[in-house]
């Protein structure tokens, strides 16, 4: 499959999974959670239900589940600590919105972790019944 096609796929997925994980996001800050607990828990949701649609749909990984789930954590440890990263400095440091912080901060762990799908955490090319 083409980079290009699994990017509108890893895009498609991302849309519509963080469109909704963004909107609790909002939902629950406005309720009064801290920002960044917020980020937490929505973070875990839609990495969990991105697991699934990365792995069958964007990616077509047809390697071992439980090693791509490892790698998948990893990935997305790392992505929340960027997260969280950007968070700190933007918000707590520099005094922007939160709001607007978090969305930026979507687009850029977004973009670092479909380098990291596509490249260790779904290449089939890794795998013993790899392509």
Do not use: C
Request: hydrophobic residues 55%; aromatic residues 16%.
């Amino acid at each position: 499959m083409s980079s290009m096609l699994q990017l509108v796929r890893y895009g498609v997925v991302g849309v519509a999974s963080n469109a909704a994980i963004y909107g609790l996001y909002l939902l629950i800050t406005y309720l009064g959670m801290e920002a960044k607990l917020a980020m937490t828990l929505v973070y875990l949701v839609g990495a969990t239900i991105g697991f699934v649609g990365n792995r069958k749909w964007t990616f077509e990984h047809s390697g071992a589940a439980s090693g791509a789930a490892l790698r998948y954590v990893l990935a997305h440890t790392f992505g929340y600590l960027l997260n969280l990263t950007i968070l700190y400095v933007f918000v707590d440091r520099y005094g922007y919105p939160h709001q607007w912080v978090q969305a930026a901060a979507i687009v850029v762990v977004a973009g670092w972790l479909f380098v990291i799908f596509k490249f260790l955490v779904f290449n089939d090319s890794k795998s013993p019944r790899g392509k």
